[in-house]
């Protein structure tokens, strides 16, 4: 203790306040029961307190790419659950630009992605006592969002990721699509066989399609 009631398999967070006691946490189960939340897919998870000495939460999140780290963001808020950039003045866009900018943590993430056996996907993060504690790693992650907070200045941030997420993407799209080959086409039937688009291709209209 303290815990908290969380989804499996949902976004919603936390559906229950910080539990300190068996009391409050069976007074919470109870409560879920009456509201039609099944007890098969909740889980008990335990609270660390990752804050900073200031009362700060920062919530580190990065890609693997097939072995390749790409630093996704860093946020900031008072509270305990990190959803979303909170804090986004000055002084916090310059922690997070240098932690998009030196990936500090990218020799220990790709060893836990590997450890999970997990070539793609986000890891979500945070930092206690220069220990990484791991919350979730997302296989399937939202990329960038059309609406990001904290203004022009972290809509660059997200701009300067994607372009290294397509880089990355193309690299891998190139060295895969070299070891495939040419895709023959019978010349008897063309109309059987249409060349794809390449996956450099399709990232770039979806990233269109975001903004």
Request: with cysteine; net charge negative; hydrophobic share 35%.
């Amino acid at each position: 203790f303290p815990v908290y009631l969380r989804g499996e398999n949902d976004d919603d967070a936390n559906r229950t306040p910080l539990l300190h006691t068996v009391d409050e946490l069976a007074a919470a189960c109870d409560q879920m029961d009456q509201t039609g939340h099944s007890r098969e897919n909740t889980l008990i998870t335990e609270f660390l307190d990752v804050s900073d000495p200031d009362g700060v939460f920062h919530k580190y999140s990065a890609f693997c790419v097939a072995g390749t780290i790409i630093p996704r963001h860093l946020c900031f808020e008072r509270k305990w659950m990190v959803k979303q950039p909170v804090l986004v003045d000055a002084h916090w866009l310059a922690q997070e630009r240098e932690y998009l900018a030196t990936n500090p943590h990218e020799t220990e993430l790709r060893g836990i992605f590997q450890t999970a056996r997990i070539d793609y996907g986000r890891i979500d993060y945070a930092v206690v006592d220069g220990v990484i504690q791991v919350w979730e790693i997302n296989t399937n992650p939202m990329i960038c969002t059309s609406t990001v907070a904290g203004g022009s200045v972290r809509e660059s941030l997200q701009g300067e990721f994607a372009a290294k997420f397509q880089r990355v993407l193309e690299d891998l799209d190139a060295h895969h699509g070299a070891a495939r080959g040419r895709i023959r086409v019978d010349p008897r039937d063309p109309t059987r066989v249409r060349a794809p688009k390449t996956l450099a291709q399709r990232i770039r209209q979806a990233l269109r399609l975001k903004r």
